[in-house]
């Protein structure tokens, strides 16, 4: 099971990641080494379990007190062996994102998509730490870790807590300096039919990774009695509507997962289009629809031959909106097709500033996705089916319900209504995104894509 295999060795030959002195191959930088795997054989297996209470309990739980104060404590330093890390996992969580878009863009057709690929790589690691045996090993090379020389001992195995503390220090950096204009959450929720206990440490290792953490008990044997205790739950917490996405929840149903991530952002200096303006959702249809303008200096590119612009927009200090728009009557649809070719950030190479006045519409985009249903769609729904080992997440057998990945971006302006300030000098480039487009967050030093996803119409966003 590894159609990332290739993927992951043209970006391995692209960015050896290479040490001072002698070469390690960044399959080490995560996995257990000699000495740590003979601690983990010694370690004897003796695990706090934890029952969650009642969704219905209006009580917060200890167990979730307990969780807020560790969270605190992870506290990454940033060093050389980090930087490369961050490197390296940049590109794996891009495979992994572009191949749940590839099902995607399959199954919703021409609606707009959003998915974090972050997150969704977060969530499966989640799953990698409660696994064990074969599970453990199909998850490792799900996510792209691909042992470098067929080792089969512990040192081929990835440590995931070092991939965890990986991706926390990309959401802290995107989070680090000058933020104040964006805003940016995390919510967990782990929901197990009653009675069912769950590894602390489990527990342990998926809160520092959200700024809300939930773990609580439903009865799944009523699927639309348990839906609609997630769903009042859940808007108690801020969390917009699932829409039918906590449909037909499986009878038997032990666990279920659900993550939400909001990033909400404000176009400093943008200021919002007086009237409605044209968006053209193919050649014959179009749509009036809010939109903004900004002018400024950007990082831009224009490619003839491929026929796509990119521009790069930031919206804050480290967070870099990247827009991608076909050019010359080429569809999108061109575009989707060779995004596995690129490397995670070619869209942010051979970019040079332009003045450029941007039209873009105002963004609300919501999407939810059940990760269990794009594993079948991907051909693997074994991968966290009745049959995977987790024995590290519960010592009975768990039958993993929904695993869903909420995604919410938000783009407004921060300026009024109005006119745009022109300063005098040279006349900007005019563009308008009036046609679907791509778009993707990244964070700006480690190059990883936070959000990634296609606006075919920006009024069905929610
Ligand atoms: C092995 O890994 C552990 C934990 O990551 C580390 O403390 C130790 O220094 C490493 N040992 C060697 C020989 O690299
Ligand atoms: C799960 O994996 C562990 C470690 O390989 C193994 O000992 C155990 O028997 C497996 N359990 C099941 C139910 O397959
Ligand atoms: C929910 O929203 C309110 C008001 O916007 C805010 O004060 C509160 O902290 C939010 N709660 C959560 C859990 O996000
Ligand atoms: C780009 O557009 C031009 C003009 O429409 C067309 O001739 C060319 O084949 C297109 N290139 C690609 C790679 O689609
Ligand atoms: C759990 O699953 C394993 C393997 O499928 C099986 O051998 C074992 O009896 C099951 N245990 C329980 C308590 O159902
Ligand atoms: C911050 C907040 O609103 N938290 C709530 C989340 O939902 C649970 C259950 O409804 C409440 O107990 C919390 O107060």
């Known amino acids: 099971m590894s159609p990332g295999g290739s993927l992951l060795c043209f970006f391995l030959c692209l960015s050896p990641v290479v040490c001072d002195r002698v070469y390690v191959h960044p399959f080490h930088l995560f996995s257990y080494n000699k000495s740590s795997c003979e601690k983990l054989d010694t370690l004897v297996q003796e695990e706090k379990m934890i029952v969650p209470i009642s969704i219905e309990s209006q009580t917060i739980p200890a167990y979730e007190e307990t969780l807020k104060d560790k969270t605190k404590l992870d506290i990454q330093r940033s060093d050389s062996k980090g930087d490369q890390r961050m490197s390296y996992l940049k590109d794996l969580v891009y495979v992994l994102g572009v191949r749940f878009y590839g099902v995607l863009k399959e199954t919703v057709k021409d609606d707009n998509i959003l998915l974090s690929p972050t997150n969704l790589y977060r969530t499966l690691l989640s799953f990698y730490l409660g696994a064990s045996g074969q599970t453990a090993t199909d ?27 990986t991706l926390k220090s990309i959401d802290d950096l995107l989070l680090s300096s000058g933020a104040g204009d964006l805003l940016f959450t995390k919510l967990s929720c782990l929901f197990s039919a009653p009675g069912v206990c769950l590894s602390e440490s489990f527990m342990h290792s998926l809160a520092p990774a959200s700024d809300f953490f939930y773990a609580r008990a439903v009865d799944f044997t009523n ?89 790069k927009v930031p919206v804050s200090e480290n967070a870099l909106l990247v827009l991608v728009q076909p050019l010359n009557g080429n569809d999108l649809n061109q575009i989707e097709s060779e995004l596995s070719l690129h490397p995670s950030s070619a869209w942010l190479q051979n970019l040079s500033p332009r003045r450029i006045k941007l039209s873009l519409p105002e963004l609300t985009i919501d999407r939810t996705y059940d990760l269990q249903e794009l594993l079948t769609d991907m051909n693997l729904p074994a991968l966290l089916g009745k049959k995977a080992n987790l024995t590290k997440i519960s010592n009975v057998n768990l039958t993993v319900g929904k695993i869903i990945n909420k995604a919410l971006f938000k783009l407004k302006h921060m300026g009024a209504e109005g006119l745009l300030e022109e300063k005098g000098g040279e006349r900007p480039l005019e563009i308008q995104l009036n046609k679907p487009f791509l ?4 964070e700006k030093k480690s190059k990883a894509m936070i959000l990634f996803g296609r606006v075919t119409n920006p009024l069905t966003g929610v």
Request: aromatic share 10%; proline share 3%.
């Open 139 to 165: 998850l490792q090379d799900f996510l792209g870790f691909i042992p470098p020389f067929g080792d089969l001992d512990c040192t081929s195995k990835v440590d995931g807590h070092k991939v965890l503390l």
């Open 223 to 311: 699927p639309s009695q348990a839906a609609e205790l997630i769903e009042s739950f859940l808007k108690g917490n801020n969390t917009s509507r699932s829409k039918n996405v906590l449909m037909n929840i499986d009878l038997s149903t032990t666990l279920l997962l659900l993550t939400y991530l909001q990033l909400k952002a404000n176009l400093k200096t943008a200021v919002q289009l007086e009237e409605l303006q044209e968006f053209w959702i193919d050649s014959s249809t179009k749509v009036l629809v809010p939109m903004m303008a900004v002018t400024g200096t950007f990082l831009y590119k224009r490619d003839n031959r491929k026929n796509f612009s990119v521009i």
């Open 439 to 442: 778009l993707a967050v990244y």
